[in-house]
Every structure is written in C-alpha cells, then in structure tokens.
C-alpha cells in the first residue's frame, strides 16, 4: 500500500463532509478507499460508474459480474451497471456465501440460479433470474457443484 497522506481543512461553508483523493491514477487501491470512505453497508457493492460516480447496488439485486477489458459489467432484474473495476475487486467485496465465480471473467449469484444442468460432455449450464443463461468453464465446475450441492 502506498503512502497515504490526509489532512483536515476547516470550511464553515460546508453543511457535509467532502473527500477528496487526489492521486497520480485511479488505481484499485484508489477504488478500494473510495469503498471504504463511502460507509456503504456490507451487503451492497459500491461501483464506479462509467461516468466516474459511486453508485450502490444492493446484493441481494445482483445477478450476475461480467468483465471484458477492464469494464465490468453488473447485471440486475432491473438492468444493468458498467463499472471501471477489476472482478477480483469486486469479489472481494461481494458476499462469497451468495455468489460463485464460474469463470474467468464471471460470477453468479447463488440466489439467482433457477436451473442448472449437467451435461453428458461435462459442462454446466446455468439459467438464472431474467431469463438469463450462461454457461460455466470445466475448470471452476467441481467448486460450484459443491456449493449448488451445499457443501462448499
């Protein structure tokens, strides 16, 4: 972690409390402190919109996180969020009881599968909340299937 420098300034203006990060790039460790100073609940993921704002997404309300690049994609019944943030991070930062990775680039939420289906070829299929489907890479299959079984 680097240095981290803070200081209080008095402004009588001010009827809230401002923050302000300054720092050479919006790093994940930048991301990680804005989280925190955020005081978002535990059981909300706070994200950085495309437009650089924090918007809160209640678990519960998620469906599936998706990344291409180094856009995440977060799916809900209700739509879906574009955030600049790495999937580790918000993993890290999710529930791990509720929510399983089933691939390099995506993680589900447990409470959204409607069906699973195992296939004679070995692959998973997944149909989840809002008609969704998607399916699962051969490698990450044992740990959900212990999960979906309950004993992960």
């Known amino acids: 972690m680097k240095k981290i420098?803070?200081?209080?300034?008095?402004?009588?203006?001010?009827?809230?409390?401002?923050?302000?990060?300054?720092?050479?790039?919006?790093?994940?460790?930048?991301?990680?402190?804005?989280?925190?100073?955020?005081?978002?609940?535990p059981d909300a993921l706070t994200v950085t919109d495309a437009d650089g704002a924090l918007r809160r997404i209640p678990e519960r309300e998620i469906v599936s996180v998706s990344v291409t690049g180094k856009q995440a994609q977060i799916v809900t019944e209700g739509?879906?969020?574009?955030?600049?943030?790495?999937?580790q991070s918000i993993e890290s930062a999710l529930d791990a009881q509720r929510f399983v990775r089933i691939s390099r680039y995506e993680l589900v939420n447990l409470d959204k599968v409607?069906?699973?289906?195992?296939?004679?070829?070995?692959t998973l299929r997944l149909e989840l909340a809002g008609g969704m489907e998607t399916w699962a890479s051969r490698r990450c299959i044992p740990a959900i299937r212990a999960r979906l079984?309950?004993?992960?």
């Open 149 to 152: 079984n309950g004993k992960g």
């Open 5 to 41: 420098h803070i200081a209080f300034e008095r402004d009588i203006e001010l009827e809230e409390i401002e923050v302000l990060i300054r720092a050479s790039e919006r790093s994940e460790e930048v991301e990680r402190l804005m989280v925190r100073l955020s005081g978002c609940p």
């Open 114 to 122: 409607l069906k699973y289906d195992f296939t004679l070829g070995g």
């Open 79 to 87: 739509g879906s969020f574009t955030a600049r943030q790495s999937l």
